[in-house]
């Protein structure tokens, strides 16, 4: 009722008449006319009644309630149905300065933001000196982490986390099978990794969450860290991997330092910027 009241008649497409109105915004009746559904129907599903609904119908009403993503989600949850996936609302899709303020403020730890397809769309400078995240790789975290030496070189648990990270991308490629970006990329990693694909066909699925990996740095060593993937709700689209130092081997401090004026003077491998 409260969106209801807030779409006026001219802006749902209906002449206002210029007769003064007793109910804000549309009437029951001409929600019900604009999303083709009888009037008692619409009636009874503002009470909440106990009433079979499909999500067309939702989704014509959302339409004419100009419901936002969240609050078309939400109106799925209220009737009792499997909500559609999320979108990314237009006013929220210019969120990378906020996110490049977020992993940069992780500094001195490594941090990255992924799209949906593991492509990365930003990393912080101490990814490019821990992780070698570069200009020069693929831009593309899975397939780097198959192909990029640098990295391979580097990695002292690649072998234990391979298998992670094949079967977290299994999951993701089974929440979208007909999505051909993520068909491109693994029609890329079949093509670029035997390893890869030998993972691939173990049909082993697991959600993202937490990895443990041990590195050895040219300039200081083992480093042991856990690599966390979070989700932002406004941006379902991305995800946001920070690195935690662990306790061993003196993590933290070595990353301090790796990203003091001095460590990044002695750096091996350019800086990612």
């Not at 009722?1 to 008649?9: F, G, K, N, T």
């Not at 497409?13 to 129907?41: F, I, K, N, Q, Y």
């Not at 503002?46 to 959302?62: F, H, K, M, T």
């Not at 234990?160 to 491109?184: I, K, L, M, W």
Request: charged share 25%; aromatic share 6%; proline share 8%.
């Amino acid at each position: 009722m409260s969106r209801r009241a807030r779409v006026s008649p001219t802006e749902a497409g209906l002449p206002d008449g210029g007769a003064r109105r007793r109910t804000p915004g549309l009437r029951r009746e001409e929600v019900a006319v604009l999303a083709g559904v009888g009037a008692s129907w619409y009636q009874w599903l503002e009470q909440g009644r106990d009433i079979s609904v499909s999500p067309q119908v939702l989704d014509a009403v959302a339409r004419v309630l100009r419901l936002s993503n969240a609050e078309r989600r939400h109106l799925y949850l209220l009737a009792g149905l499997n909500p559609p996936a999320p979108e990314v609302a237009p006013e929220v899709r210019d969120m990378c300065d906020g996110l490049r303020r977020l992993i940069d403020t992780w500094m001195p730890y490594p941090a990255h933001i992924m799209d949906p397809y593991y492509n990365c769309v930003m990393y912080n400078d101490a990814a490019g000196m821990v992780l070698g995240m570069r200009p020069g790789n693929t831009q593309n975290c899975i397939i780097d982490f198959f192909t990029d030496p640098l990295y391979r070189g580097r990695s002292r648990t690649w072998q234990v986390n391979a298998h992670t990270v094949v079967a977290q991308f299994r999951a993701s490629c089974a929440a979208a099978p007909d999505d051909e970006g993520y068909q491109e990329v693994l029609a890329q990693l079949q093509e670029v990794s035997e390893e890869f694909t030998e993972l691939w066909e173990r049909r082993d699925i697991q959600d993202a969450g937490q990895i443990r990996k041990e590195l050895d740095h040219p300039l200081v060593g083992m480093l042991a860290v856990e690599s966390t993937a979070m989700k932002v709700p406004a941006r379902p689209d991305l995800t946001i991997v920070l690195h935690t130092p662990l306790p061993e081997a003196n993590t933290a401090a070595k990353l301090e330092w790796l990203a003091s004026p001095e460590g990044r003077r002695g750096s091996m491998y350019p800086v990612a910027g």
